[in-house]
Nanobody, 121 residues
Framework: QVQLVESGGGLVQAGGSLRLSCVVSGSIFSINAMGWYRQAPGKQRELVATITGRGNTNHADSVKGRFTVSRDNAKNTVYLQMNSLKPEDTAVYYC???????????????WGQGTQVTVSS
């Protein structure tokens, strides 16, 4: 069974930093894109950043210059380094990965359980 387990969330003051990690475990054939999304109370889930298997990245305009997505393919892990955090970054952050379980199956999106990030002013 495939699992995505996030860690690294917490409470931080404005201007501070956090690093989120997400590990994919289970029997899989390959991982394509990985990324991070977030959902604040009363708002829809939104894209934060994605990274392809080759390392091409895409960051939301709201986090460009402050957040950096990266991955370690050997560890099936994606990271989100968050610097200069603002109160409006407060949300539950979800890890996403597009995974192929075996060579015969298509790719599917898998999600982590979410980790809370709270930025105080």
């Amino acid at each position: 069974q495939v699992q995505l387990v996030e860690s690294g969330g917490g409470l931080v003051q404005a201007g501070g930093s956090l690093r989120l990690s997400c590990v994919v475990s289970g029997s899989i054939f390959s991982i394509n894109a990985m990324g991070w999304y977030r959902q604040a109370p009363g708002k829809q889930r939104e894209l934060v950043a994605t990274i392809t298997g080759r390392g091409n990245t895409n960051h939301a305009d709201s986090v460009k210059g402050r957040f950096t997505v990266s991955r370690d393919n050997a560890k099936n892990t994606v990271y989100l380094q968050m610097n200069s955090l603002k109160p409006e970054d407060t949300a539950v952050y979800y890890c996403n990965a597009r995974i192929r379980l075996n060579i015969m199956t298509p790719e599917y999106d898998y999600w982590g359980q979410g980790t809370q990030v709270t930025v105080s002013s």
